[in-house]
């Protein structure tokens, strides 16, 4: 099974600043790598697929980069909305397997 | 507008069973293949479950495996986990979601199944 990552576990950023929250693999992925964004109460939402391709309707300032094992979720501009957690998945292997998270809070 | 809609999930007792369904609607759901992830109160998502376009093929996770069963029906648009000999740390939101060149989207909103005497 490969273990997915990632860093930091919470993050605390200012409204209008940038973002970086980072995703490793316990063996090589490739570019099988999705980000999704999770707000309290709500399911999942798929955000980055192909380690770098935004999903339809995800605004321009999430942007997602890396291959092989190190992959990097970055927002540019930090807005209200975009403070929920993040998490990671491969789907290169089965089983699939998600990252344990990364809270984004307000500082 | 894709759409899925989960339901089935309740209250059951250790060693009980219970079926999960998942409604789809504004896609073309026997093209898809499909997953279930589950989220324990307050814990991060685990993949379940996927079933193949016509359903023939399945995968499961180890955690799982001999205990649930996915299935779907075609004619109705539906996804199904059927959990058998449930255990105490089955108890989560179970969400479907479609794949979508190998990603899980969209996802459902989840159904709740407590698992606790």
């Known amino acids: 099974e490969i273990v997915m990552t990632q860093s930091p576990a919470t993050l605390s950023v200012s409204p209008g600043e940038r973002a970086t929250l980072s995703c490793r693999a316990s063996q090589s992925v490739s570019t099988n790598l999705a980000w999704y964004q999770q707000k309290p109460g709500q399911a999942p939402r798929l955000l980055i697929y192909?380690?770098?391709t935004r999903a339809t309707g995800i605004p321009a300032r999430f942007s997602g980069s890396g291959s092989g094992t190190e992959f990097t979720l970055t927002i540019s501009s930090l807005q209200s909305e975009d403070f929920a957690v993040y998490y990671c998945q491969q789907y290169s292997n089965w089983p699939y397997t998600f990252g344990q998270g990364t809270k984004l809070e307000i500082k | 507008e894709v759409q899925l809609v989960e339901s089935g999930g309740g209250l059951v007792q250790p060693g009980g069973s219970l079926r999960l369904s998942c409604a789809a609607s504004?896609?073309?759901?026997?093209?898809?293949?499909m997953h279930w992830v589950r989220q324990a109160p307050g814990k991060g998502l685990v993949w379940v479950s996927r079933i193949n376009s016509d359903g023939s093929s399945t995968t499961y996770a180890d955690s799982v495996k001999g205990r649930f069963t996915i299935s779907r029906d075609n004619a109705q648009n539906t996804l199904y986990l059927q959990m058998n000999s449930l255990r105490a740390e089955d108890t989560a939101v179970y969400y479907c979601a479609r794949d979508f060149l190998a990603a899980l989207d969209p996802w459902g909103q989840g159904t709740l199944v407590t698992v606790s005497s």
């Open positions: 504004g896609f073309t759901f026997s093209r898809d293949w």
């Open positions: 192909g380690a770098s």
